[in-house]
T-cell receptor
Framework: NAGVMQNPRHLVRRRGQEARLRCSPM?????VYWYRQLPEEGLKFMVY????????ESGMPKERFSAEFPKEGPSILRIQQVVRGDSAAYFC??????????????FGPGTRLLVL | QQQVKQSPQSLIVQKGGISIINCAYE??????FPWYQQFPGKGPALLIA?????SEKKEGRFTISFNKSAKQFSLHIMDSQPGDSATYFC????????????FGIGTKLQVIP
């Protein structure tokens, strides 16, 4: 059973460009979470999605950031017009559909974004 | 607002020693307290977790101690090994349909031979 997959693993963008980060949850998981980890800091919650629905985006910046989890295909975190402060590791996690196993989140290897 | 405070931020322990990492939380609605282990270049992996209805949970060399009245919990790694060298994050979340996990800042553990 493959784990959570994220690609690309490393992404370099120049200021003003767009960054697209992809996450494929574990098989059978329909809950996806995105976290951001700044250097030497813990992970910060950004957004929680279920298939075709954004459930909680309270941790996501209001501008330039968006997320989706379509019926088919991976979840996408999109950052428009990137700035240097967006440089971070972005982690995706997934969890199973039914409680209480919902409480275990399985993390992907992350995408390290560097904005030049 | 840092809802989960973790200390120390770095820790050096000799092989065979006990590693202790402490965390404190503020939100009394939290009801699930996992610990994650992260190796360089990897994502966090669940190590062990506890609910506030128990005061201690042990899995192999890893033990969580939980003090509900003090709103504190800690991770003890017995017989620490060089392979335990990693960053450890305490975390907290509350139920109600999904888990929005709040992480501590992390502790970088180095176990020296």
């Amino acid at each position: 059973n493959a784990g959570v997959m994220q690609n690309p693993r490393h992404l370099v963008r120049r200021r003003g460009q767009e960054a697209r980060l992809r996450c494929s949850p574990m098989k059978g998981h329909s809950h996806v979470y995105w976290y951001r980890q700044l250097p030497e800091e813990g992970l910060k919650f950004m957004v929680y999605l279920q298939k075709e629905n954004i459930i909680d985006e309270s941790g996501m910046p209001k501008e330039r950031f968006s997320a989706e989890f379509p019926k088919e295909g991976p979840s996408i975190l999109r950052i428009q017009q990137v700035v240097r402060g967006d440089s971070a590791a972005y982690f995706c996690a997934s969890s199973p559909t039914t409680a209480p196993s919902q409480e275990t989140q399985y993390f992907g290897p992350g995408t390290r974004l560097l904005v030049l | 607002q840092q809802q989960v405070k973790q200390s120390p931020q770095s820790l050096i322990v000799q092989k065979g020693g006990i590693s202790i990492i402490n965390c404190a939380y503020e939100n009394t609605a939290f009801d699930y307290f996992p610990w994650y282990q992260q190796f360089p270049g990897k994502g966090p992996a669940l190590l062990i977790a506890i609910r506030p209805d128990v005061s201690e949970k042990k899995e192999g060399r890893f033990t969580i101690s939980f003090n509900k009245s003090a709103k504190q919990f800690s991770l003890h790694i017995m017989d620490s090994q060089p392979g335990d060298s990693a960053t450890y994050f305490c975390a907290a979340s509350r139920g109600g349909g999904y888990q929005k996990v709040t992480f501590g800042i992390g502790t970088k553990l180095q176990v020296i031979p």
